[in-house]
C-alpha cells in the first residue's frame, strides 16, 4: 500500500513539508508506503504541466492521498490550487474513492477557511476523508516553530493512524467480497433546463 503526500508550499522543506513528514513516519511505521511530491514548487516555478503528468502517473499506484498547504492570506496557496483544479480535470477516475486527507500551516490564522476549501476536491470526488483529533493544522513560520507546536505533531500523528485503519480496512473489505462501488455516469443539470 502506498500514500501519495503533496507539498503545496513553494518552500521545499518547509512547515508544510514537516507536518507531512510526521505523517509519512506513522504511515510507514504501519508497514505503508510513503512519498512526498514538492508540485507547490513546481508550480512556482512555472512547471504546472510537468508535475500534474507527474502526479498523475503517481495517482495510478496509490492507494490513499494527502494534500498539504500553507495558508496564504487566509487560504490554500495559489500553487495547490492550480494543481489540484488541474489534477482532478485530468485524473478524476484515478482519485476516486481512494482515502484523502488535508492538512495546513500557518503562522497564526485561516486555517479551517483553508482546510475547507481542500476538503472540497476530494468530497466532490467520492473519496472518503480522514479526519484527526482536532482540525488538521500546524502553526509556525519555520520547521523548528512547527515541531515545538505539540498538539499539532499529534494531530498529523493521530491522522497517520487513522489513514493506515481506513487502508487496512479497505484491504481487508476487498480481500472479504467488499466491492468498491462503481460511479455511476453523471447527470449534469443547470438552473435552465
Ligand atoms: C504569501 C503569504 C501569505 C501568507 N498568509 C498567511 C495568513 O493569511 N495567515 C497566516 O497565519 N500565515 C500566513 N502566511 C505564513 C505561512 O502560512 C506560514 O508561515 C506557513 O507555516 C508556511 O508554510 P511553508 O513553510 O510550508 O511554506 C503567509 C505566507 C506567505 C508567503
Known amino acids: 500500500m502506498k500514500v501519495l503526500l503533496i507539498n503545496g508550499s513553494r518552500k521545499e522543506k518547509g512547515c508544510t513539508y514537516t507536518a507531512l513528514s510526521e505523517i509519512a513516519k506513522v504511515l510507514e511505521s504501519e508497514g505503508i508506503e510513503t512519498e512526498i511530491m514538492n508540485a507547490g514548487k513546481m508550480v512556482f516555478d512555472g512547471k504546472v504541466n510537468e508535475a500534474v503528468k507527474e502526479a498523475v502517473e503517481k495517482l495510478k499506484s496509490i492507494d490513499g492521498i494527502i494534500v498539504g498547504s500553507p495558508v496564504y492570506?487566509?487560504?490554500?496557496s495559489g500553487e495547490i490550487l492550480m494543481f489540484l483544479d488541474r489534477l482532478f480535470g485530468a485524473a478524476e477516475a484515478?482519485?476516486?474513492f481512494k482515502p484523502a486527507a488535508t492538512i495546513t500551516s500557518a503562522r497564526r490564522g485561516g486555517t479551517t477557511a483553508t482546510l475547507d476549501v481542500l476538503n472540497k476536491y476530494f468530497l466532490y470526488n467520492q473519496m472518503p476523508l480522514i479526519s484527526s483529533r482536532y482540525w488538521n493544522m500546524v502553526h509556525g513560520?519555520?520547521?523548528?516553530?512547527?515541531?515545538?507546536?505539540?498538539?499539532?505533531?499529534?494531530?498529523?500523528?493521530?491522522l497517520g493512524t487513522n489513514m493506515a485503519w481506513i487502508l487496512k480496512s479497505i484491504e481487508a473489505g476487498k480481500n472479504g467480497g467488499v466491492a468498491q462501488p462503481v460511479a455511476k455516469e453523471k447527470v449534469f443539470t443547470n438552473f435552465i433546463r
Open 94 to 96: 484515478d482519485l476516486r
Open 73 to 76: 492570506y487566509a487560504s490554500p
Open 141 to 158: 513560520s519555520n520547521p523548528e516553530d512547527v515541531l515545538k507546536d505539540e498538539e499539532g505533531i499529534q494531530i498529523m500523528q493521530t
